[in-house]
């Protein structure tokens, strides 16, 4: 099985943090703070499945590594803490002070008991929560690669597959009011997209025989009408999930085959950096949210295309010319410890 580039994933990877972006945009959201139905529209349409997006290229990533198991595990689970688990240590420890003496404002206030709660996954910094969970996915793959190193792919599979689909029903069995004290809704809610990306990677020659646009196209005008505030038709999340992500890998792959178009390169350079700008990004909207929104007062439309066009395009710069250049930022905030 040979390592191989698939520009697609990244073009993907693009299309996935600019939709996050977005998600992201809307002015204290999360406590159903709309100016119009069509905001809400816009923001249940980029939950829907925009995470799922993220976990199914994060398992498609670990893939070749996973089923080749050519590795030292401890010497991967290492790399693992110095990519993900030192930015979210670093990152959730530097929001607890601003958030707590900023409580008033916040959308999910804390206290000084926050400090040990970070241990567990429950970070101030709320975009953080991806990043332990990707952190705790990808030490089990890689402890699973290890156990299951002499067996064939099938099996390797087979047991992955079991974890995402207990995982998963017990979710939707429990709830996330009892599995949230243990903060462990989000990890067996999204396991599953994981192991989707792992299974995708094995398989990924014949998936790609069935991305067909025009029902890439259907996909994406379900998820916009399962989201509809109008239509008030409530699905499964794992059904718009599954349409969400393959509308967006459908689009991405029909994008790679245009290489020299603008938007081609443009979202190839977003993915190269859509680490750095869903880190960043959550500091120049929650300034923005803070500051126009909350304490000035402004009117919610400004202050959206504000956190959205200003949440980008502050982060890309700030990640190309300062992050990507200082190498004790690069280590604390991105987990980039390579030269």
């Known amino acids: 099985m040979k390592k191989e580039y698939y520009p697609e994933i990244n073009i993907a990877r693009g299309l996935g943090v600019l939709i996050v972006l977005l998600g992201h945009s809307f002015p204290d959201a999360e406590i159903g703070v709309f100016a119009h139905p069509v905001y809400r529209w816009g923001f249940d349409t980029c939950y829907s499945f925009h995470m799922a997006l ?5 398992g498609f990533v670990m893939g070749g590594r996973f ?3 050519d590795y030292d595990v401890v010497r991967e689970i290492v790399g693992k803490v110095k990519r993900l688990l030192i930015p979210y240590l670093f990152l959730s420890y530097l929001s607890l002070l601003p958030k707590i003496l900023l409580n008033a404002y916040a959308r999910n206030p804390v206290d000084t008991g926050g400090a040990v709660l970070v241990l567990f996954g429950q970070s101030p910094n709320g975009s953080l929560w991806y990043i332990y969970v990707l ?6 793959a890689l402890c699973c690669g290890m156990l299951l190193r002499h067996a064939g792919d099938g099996w390797k599979m087979v047991c992955m597959a079991a974890g995402g689909i207990l995982g998963y029903t017990v979710c939707m069995w429990k709830g996330e009011s009892v599995l949230a004290s243990v903060y462990m809704e989000r990890i067996c809610k999204y396991l599953i997209f994981y192991v989707a990306g792992l299974v995708m990677f094995r398989y990924y020659d014949r998936i790609k025989k069935v991305y067909f646009l025009p029902v890439a196209i ?3 005008g379900l998820v916009l009408l399962f989201a509809c505030p109008y239509t008030a038709i409530t699905v499964d999340y794992g059904i718009t999930a599954i349409l969400g992500t393959y509308s967006v890998l459908v689009l991405a792959e029909r994008i790679s085959t245009h290489k020299e178009s603008g938007i ?3 979202l190839k350079r977003c993915g190269d950096h859509s680490y750095d700008i869903y880190i960043l990004s959550y500091y120049v909207q929650q300034s923005i949210r803070v500051l126009c929104f909350r ?7 400004p202050v959206f295309l504000m956190e959205l066009l200003l949440g980008f395009a502050v982060s890309y710069l700030f990640s190309v010319y300062v992050l990507r250049k200082n190498r004790t930022l690069k280590r604390v905030l991105i987990g980039v410890w390579e030269e």
Do not use: T
Request: proline share 0%; with cysteine.
């Open 264 to 266: 081609c390169r443009a």
């Open 54 to 58: 993220f976990f199914v290229i994060s």
């Open 67 to 69: 089923f080749r198991g």
């Open 218 to 220: 259907v996909a994406c």
């Open 135 to 140: 952190f705790v996915f990808s030490v089990f």
């Open 295 to 301: 304490l000035l007062g402004w009117d919610y439309l």
